[in-house]
């Protein structure tokens, strides 16, 4: 029975707030609290076939966090601090008893720290480079087999740049954007290549924003470790996909607001064909 093979969605997008290509300014900063939650019953293989597969969930609760050093440099942290993987008990067909177990793990989660320079803002246009350093602070072997993992095990980093356009549709606010970006990957993991596009608009009168985004990850398959025999790893070498998302991002205050997100792979290799939610509260300081 081929094992649950999932990859966590919570950090395949490129950018965690809107307008990321446009740093926040000196002393200004973005701050978030929120909760993802992925539970996957089925999973694309290999070859791109979707098959079923033992329920696992993965769960994390984490801060995100930007804050603007200079008016060109902004200083990025993403900290999951409490990740959680469970299997549930595999029940016979046929007389309902338990056939295997099921397991939980919790731990912290891997680390992302990072920087974005604004590399040119002018007129409505603005880009800019990020580079975030990935560190193996989870867990990349928990469990009875080793695949309830909260990390990967590896030091990885990733260079993306950024464009985007901000105006106004009808009268409201409106901006687009799209990167493009490498991932170094280390300890015998593929190198990827990522791109993605994004589009959000804003509705009554500044307080909600409405955002789509399409992501896409292709592996280079330059490394040495093998996916189909990763014991089911959330973390599987060779991951591919392309997903689509829709967030809402309400402001209750000029600072304070709530979001909730949702994602799901429409096509792609080794990963989870569930979708996967997310919600938090945040707070804007301009």
């Given at each position: 029975?081929?094992?649950?093979?999932?990859?966590?969605?919570?950090?395949?997008?490129?950018?965690?707030?809107?307008?990321?290509?446009?740093?926040?300014?000196?002393?200004?900063?973005?701050?978030?609290?929120?909760?993802?939650?992925?539970?996957?019953?089925?999973?694309?293989?290999?070859?791109?076939?979707?098959?079923?597969?033992?329920?696992?969930?993965?769960?994390?609760?984490?801060?995100?966090?930007?804050?603007?050093?200079?008016?060109?440099?902004?200083?990025?942290?993403?900290?999951?601090?409490?990740?959680?993987?469970?299997?549930n008990n595999q029940i016979s067909g046929t007389n309902g008893s338990v056939i295997l177990?099921?397991?939980?793990?919790?731990?912290?989660?891997?680390?992302?720290?990072?920087?974005?320079?604004?590399?040119?803002?002018?007129?409505?246009?603005?880009?800019?480079?990020?580079?975030?350093?990935?560190?193996?602070?989870?867990?990349?072997?928990?469990?009875?087999?080793?695949?309830?993992?909260?990390?990967?095990?590896?030091?990885?980093?990733?260079?993306?740049?950024?464009?985007?356009?901000?105006?106004?549709?009808?009268?409201?606010?409106?901006?687009?954007?799209?990167?493009?970006?490498?991932?170094?990957?280390?300890?015998?993991?593929?190198?990827?290549?990522?791109?993605?596009?994004?589009?959000?608009?804003?509705?009554?009168?500044?307080?909600?924003?409405?955002?789509?985004?399409?992501?896409?990850?292709?592996?280079?398959?330059?490394?040495?470790?093998?996916?189909?025999?990763?014991?089911?790893?959330?973390?599987?070498?060779?991951?591919?996909?392309?997903?689509?998302?829709?967030?809402?991002?309400?402001?209750?205050?000029?600072?304070?607001?709530?979001?909730?997100?949702?994602?799901?792979?429409?096509?792609?290799?080794?990963?989870?064909?569930?979708?996967?939610?997310?919600?938090?509260?945040?707070?804007?300081?301009?």
């Open positions: 029975m081929k094992k649950n093979i999932i990859v966590l969605l919570v950090m395949i997008t490129a950018s965690f707030t809107m307008h990321a290509q446009w740093n926040k300014g000196k002393g200004n900063g973005y701050y978030k609290l929120s909760a993802w939650y992925l539970q996957s019953d089925q999973h694309y293989t290999d070859t791109g076939a979707i098959d079923p597969n033992v329920t696992r969930t993965q769960f994390n609760t984490n801060i995100y966090a930007e804050y603007g050093i200079s008016d060109k440099i902004d200083i990025i942290a993403y900290v999951p601090f409490f990740a959680n993987t469970s299997q177990e099921g397991e939980s793990v919790s731990s912290f989660g891997d680390v992302d720290l990072g920087i974005n320079y604004g590399l040119y803002k002018k007129g409505n246009w603005a880009a800019s480079v990020k580079l975030l350093l990935g560190l193996p602070t989870g867990n990349d072997n928990g469990g009875s087999d080793g695949s309830f993992q909260t990390g990967d095990g590896e030091f990885n980093q990733y260079l993306s740049t950024y464009l985007g356009y901000s105006t106004s549709l009808n009268g409201l606010p409106f901006y687009a954007k799209s990167y493009i970006g490498y991932n170094n990957r280390s300890e015998g993991f593929s190198d990827e290549f990522r791109t993605g596009l994004e589009a959000g608009i804003n509705l009554f009168s500044n307080k909600l924003w409405i955002i789509g985004r399409l992501n896409v990850l292709k592996s280079l398959k330059n490394g040495s470790l093998n996916a189909i025999t990763s014991n089911g790893s959330i973390f599987a070498n060779n991951i591919e996909f392309s997903s689509l998302g829709i967030e809402a991002a309400y402001y209750i205050t000029e600072t304070l607001g709530v979001s909730a997100s949702f994602d799901t792979a429409v096509d792609g290799r080794i990963i989870a064909a569930n979708p996967s939610f997310s919600g938090g509260i945040f707070l804007d300081i301009k």
